[in-house]
């Protein structure tokens, strides 16, 4: 026992003296768990898209080639693509337009009481299984549904089924329309959306609004010219969140909307069905470089610097 206790001393005398030691002991195992698992998974990723998949054998032959990628300008797959973009960028216009409004209310006029009511509202549904609060909105939105019986007892049938003859957004019922699919992937991400843009609100001085307004600027004005501005790093931080998880999402466009993949089902499809493991791999290399993508023109616009 003396021995281990002198043998602990010298070591903490060791790191005490060595900062640069203890710091680098200390990342060692995060930066050896994101080397191995993140950067070593995408590394995998990025080496069987470039491999050939042979349809007569229906295996992977280790062949280099870049027809996978060249096959993601084929008009179907690249209509998969755009389909996916668009219902992306949609559910994160969405979510800001529902999000905002609610943080700022929570971050300047709500009570501390109304605040933790907020908050459990928020963060309720995100603990509730992903799972079923997806067949729970296939039973919402069908026909003889909550949904439905709302909008025919408020008079706005109508308007439903004029939304529903839209080409592109409508559908028979609400369940087989983009319409529906656009309503469940917004509920489903909008915290992701409230929360950070509630915390950059907060962060906002309130003598900033006040002077503002003293100084004779409209109530647009002042959202457009001083909280916007400040506010819109927690919109880029929830807009990560929502944009990323409905480019990869692949149970929702299965349950909800009209026939067509989305890159999440296309990959489920490749791989599961028909084990073209490198077109998988092609197409999860998609979302990757939007991603990337839209965080470079983010740090471009300067919207990572007060987070």
């Not at 949609?90 to 905002?100: E, K, M, N, S």
């Not at 007892?153 to 592109?168: D, F, K, S, T």
């Not at 999440?264 to 791999?281: D, E, F, H, K, R």
Request: glycine content about 8%; overall charge neutral.
């Amino acid at each position: 026992m003396p021995e281990v206790t002198a043998m602990s001393r010298r070591l903490s005398n060791v790191l005490y003296q060595r900062r640069n030691l203890t710091l680098l002991l200390m990342l060692t195992p995060p930066l050896l768990w994101f080397g191995v698992v993140y950067v070593g998974s995408l590394l995998t990723l990025l080496g069987q898209s470039v491999l050939t998949f042979d349809d007569m054998a229906m295996s992977v032959v280790a062949e280099l080639t870049t027809d996978n990628f060249r096959n993601l300008m084929v008009p179907a797959n690249l209509d998969i693509v755009l389909r996916t973009l668009a219902m992306a960028i949609a559910v994160t216009l969405g979510t800001v337009l529902i999000g905002f409004p609610m943080a700022y209310y929570m971050a300047h006029y709500a009570t501390p009481t109304e605040k933790g009511v907020f908050f459990v509202g928020v963060m309720l549904p995100m603990w509730a299984s992903y799972i079923v609060k997806a067949y729970a909105w296939t039973v919402l939105l069908a026909k003889g549904g909550v949904m439905y019986w709302t909008l025919e007892h408020l008079g706005l049938m109508g308007v439903l089924n004029a939304l529903l003859r839209i080409p592109g957004i409508g559908g028979e019922t609400l369940a087989t329309s983009n319409i529906g699919r656009f309503l469940v992937f917004t509920y489903i991400w909008l915290p992701f959306m409230i929360l950070p843009i509630q915390a950059a609100i907060e962060r906002v001085p309130a003598n900033l609004l006040l002077a503002s307004a003293d100084l004779g600027a409209h109530p647009f004005q002042t959202f457009r010219t001083v909280l916007w501005p400040l506010a819109f790093p927690g919109v880029v931080a929830g807009s990560i969140f929502t944009f990323s998880l409905t480019l990869g999402d692949y149970i929702i466009p299965q349950l909800i909307g009209p026939s067509g993949l989305y890159i999440g089902s296309m990959v489920y499809t490749l791989q599961g069905t028909i084990g073209n493991m490198p077109m998988a791999a092609a197409f999860t290399c998609v979302p990757i470089l939007l991603i990337t993508v839209y965080l470079a023109l983010a740090r471009r616009l300067g919207a990572f610097n007060a987070l």
